[in-house]
C-alpha cells in the first residue's frame, strides 16, 4: 500500500457497479456515481483514503470482491477493499467465503454485514466463523445498524443494542457500528462506550432528499455532537459518507461544523481511522 497524498480517511464508501439507487442519490448530490468521480472529492476534501465497502447486490460473492479489488487496484491503492457475506445462505456460502477473503488480492481491510437489508442481526449464530476469521486477520468488522435506505429492510434486525452481545463475546475483534445507529443514536454511543472493541462512524446521517436540509443539518449535527459527548472518547468516532447518499463536501461539513477542539475533529476525519486500519502516515 502506498502513502496516499490526503490526511484524512473516509471510512465508508459506495463506488459500486451493483448500486440500485446510487445514481439517484448521485444526481441529487450533484456529483459523478463513478470512483474517478468520487476520487476527484476525495481530493478536494484532502482525502487520501476511502474504504470501499462490499456491495451486497452483486451476483455472486466473487462479483462483489472483483468490484471492490479492481476499484482498489486502478485508484493505485487509495481504495480500500472489503468482503461480505449473507448468513443466511448458509455454512457452505459462509465457508466459501472466508476462503475467498483469504487469498484476495488486494488484501481485504475488513468484513461489511448488513443486517436489515437481509433477514438477520448480528447475534445470528451462523455468523461465528465470519468473527473468527476477522479475529485471526487482525480486521474489523463494519455492521449496517438504524435505517435502511430499501422500504423493504427490517428494522428488527438493526438496533444497536444487539451488537453489544457480540462485542462481549468477541473482544478480539472490533467492530465499526455504522450510521451512528440512526435514529437510534443515543443506543449505539452507549454501546460505543460500554465496549472498548466497538467504534462508530459518521456515514449516512444526511438526507438529500429532505425538504428542510439545512435545518436537518443542524439538527443532526447537534445529535452527533451530544453522541460524542455520551461516547467520552473522540478516538471512537470515524467520519465516513456512506458516498454516494451524502457528497464528501456534506458529509465532511458535519463534522468540520461541529464545536470542538481542532485536533479532535482531525482525529475523526482520519486520524482514527489510520490508526484503526494501521494505514500509513
Known amino acids: 500500500m502506498t502513502e496516499a497524498v490526503g490526511h484524512r480517511v473516509d471510512i465508508h464508501v459506495h463506488p459500486t457497479r451493483y448500486s440500485r439507487h446510487g445514481p439517484t442519490f448521485a444526481e441529487k448530490n ?14 478536494s476534501a484532502d482525502i487520501g483514503y476511502g474504504v470501499f465497502l462490499c456491495p451486497r447486490l452483486a451476483p455472486s460473492l466473487e462479483a462483489g470482491l472483483a468490484d471492490v479489488s479492481e476499484v482498489a487496484r486502478s485508484s493505485h491503492g487509495r481504495f480500500l477493499p472489503t468482503g461480505t457475506v449473507d448468513p443466511t445462505q448458509g455454512e457452505a456460502q459462509i465457508d466459501h467465503a472466508t476462503q475467498l477473503w483469504s487469498r484476495n488480492d488486494p488484501p481485504l481491510v475488513g468484513i461489511k454485514l448488513y443486517p436489515g437489508y437481509l433477514p438477520f442481526d448480528v447475534t445470528d449464530v451462523r455468523l461465528e466463523p465470519v468473527y473468527a476469521w476477522a479475529e485471526r486477520a487482525r480486521v474489523p468488522v463494519w455492521v449496517h445498524q438504524g435505517d435502511t435506505s430499501d422500504p423493504d429492510g427490517l428494522l428488527r434486525y438493526v438496533r444497536p443494542i444487539l451488537l453489544d452481545e457480540v462485542a462481549v463475546r468477541w473482544r478480539g475483534v472490533r467492530f465499526v457500528l455504522c450510521h451512528l445507529g440512526n435514529p437510534w443514536i443515543e443506543e449505539a454511543a452507549e454501546v460505543v462506550y460500554k465496549n472498548e472493541n466497538v467504534y462508530t462512524d459518521t456515514s449516512g446521517l444526511l438526507n438529500p432528499f429532505a425538504e428542510r436540509y439545512e ?60 490508526e484503526l486500519l494501521r494505514l500509513p502516515g
Not at 30 to 43: A, K, V
Not at 249 to 266: I, T, Y
Open 30 to 43: 450533484r456529483i459523478e456515481f463513478s470512483p474517478q468521480g468520487l476520487l476527484r472529492e476525495m481530493d
Open 215 to 274: 435545518a436537518q443539518v443542524q439538527r443532526m449535527r447537534t445529535r452527533l455532537r451530544h453522541a460524542v459527548l455520551a461516547v467520552g472518547d473522540v478516538r471512537k468516532i470515524l467520519y465516513g459518507s456512506d458516498w454516494p447518499i451524502s457528497s464528501i463536501a456534506d458529509a465532511v461539513g458535519l463534522v468540520e461544523g461541529l464545536d470542538f477542539p481542532r485536533e479532535d475533529k482531525d482525529r475523526i476525519l482520519g486520524g482514527n481511522a489510520r
